[in-house]
């Protein structure tokens, strides 16, 4: 099966009927905030939503405030119930998993135990550092 987020009928003659019902590629497909205690029926309904108004699918997307744990064995459930009502429902699901840092961190398990691995950072400064005169 071809990934639908290839947009295969992009090198296809325009289609009026496909600009008129964009299928599920074709169409928005919002960051969804997971901020807050996770209810499984919540999410559900929320995705009834999704379809309600027109999105083509959502970006699971862990943010601050989110008090089920990251990957862990809930969270995990919610997203294979999540994934599940999408393919019902003909909608995309993906799973933006950065949970609140930059690309790569995962909620802090890819440095867990490693110190030596967490962020850096680099200061540009026109004046020398710690001077403010």
Same mark, same amino acid.
């Given at each position: ?15 009026? +009927? ?28 929320? !995705?009834?939503?999704?379809?309600? !108004? %027109?999105?083509?699918?959502?970006? !699971? ?14 969270? !995990?459930?919610?997203?294979?119930? &999540? ?9 995309? +699901? &993906? ?16 440095? +867990? ?19 403010? %005169?």
């Amino acid at each position: 099966m071809a990934n639908p987020l290839t947009y295969s009928k992009s090198s296809e003659p325009f289609d009026s +009927a496909l600009f008129s019902a964009p299928t599920a590629e074709y169409r928005g497909c919002p960051l969804w905030s997971w901020n807050n205690k996770l209810n499984g029926e919540d999410l559900l309904e929320q !995705i009834d939503d999704f379809q309600t !108004i %027109g999105m083509g699918g959502f970006h !699971i997307h862990s943010r601050v405030g989110l008090d089920t744990e990251y990957l862990g064995e809930e969270f !995990i459930e919610l997203v294979k119930r &999540c994934v599940g009502k999408a393919k019902e429902k003909k909608l995309l +699901a &993906c799973l933006y998993d950065e949970d609140r840092w930059p690309s790569g961190c995962a909620g802090g398990l890819v440095v +867990a135990g490693r110190p030596e691995y967490k962020l850096q950072h680099l200061l540009l400064t026109p004046l020398p550092y710690g001077n403010l %005169g």
